[in-house]
Nanobody, 118 residues
Framework: QVQVVESGGGLVQSGGSLRLSCTVSSSNFNVHGMSWYRQVPGKQRELVAGITRSGRTNYEDYVKGRFTISRDNTKNTVYLQMNNVKPEDTAVYYC????????????WGQGTQVTVSS
């Protein structure tokens, strides 16, 4: 059984910082790529950043230079350090993990709300 749990969301002022965490419980399976997505009501979920198991990262243009994704493979945990946040970063942030359960499956967390006040 695989569970994905995000934490760290909350209310932050514009220009402030926040760090999100996502832990994948999969004691018998390897976790491969991990990504952060976000979604606002009425819009499609969009990619924020991703990281491979080896640490290669990719970022969407609207967070480059402000957000940093990292991971700790010993803890099956991925982080999203959010700096210089803007009101448009307000969204529910979701973690996606690719887990090898015999085949690669994607597992999602329940999401964590990030609200940036102006």
């Amino acid at each position: 059984q695989v569970q994905v749990v995000e934490s760290g969301g909350g209310l932050v002022q514009s220009g402030g910082s926040l760090r999100l965490s996502c832990t994948v419980s999969s004691s018998n399976f390897n976790v491969h790529g991990m990504s952060w997505y976000r979604q606002v009501p009425g819009k499609q979920r969009e990619l924020v950043a991703g990281i491979t198991r080896s640490g290669r990262t990719n970022y969407e243009d609207y967070v480059k230079g402000r957000f940093t994704i990292s991971r700790d493979n010993t803890k099956n945990t991925v982080y999203l350090q959010m700096n210089n946040v803007k009101p448009e970063d307000t969204a529910v942030y979701y973690c996606d993990a690719e887990v090898d359960v015999g085949m690669l499956n994607n597992y999602w967390g329940q999401g964590t709300q990030v609200t940036v006040s102006s």
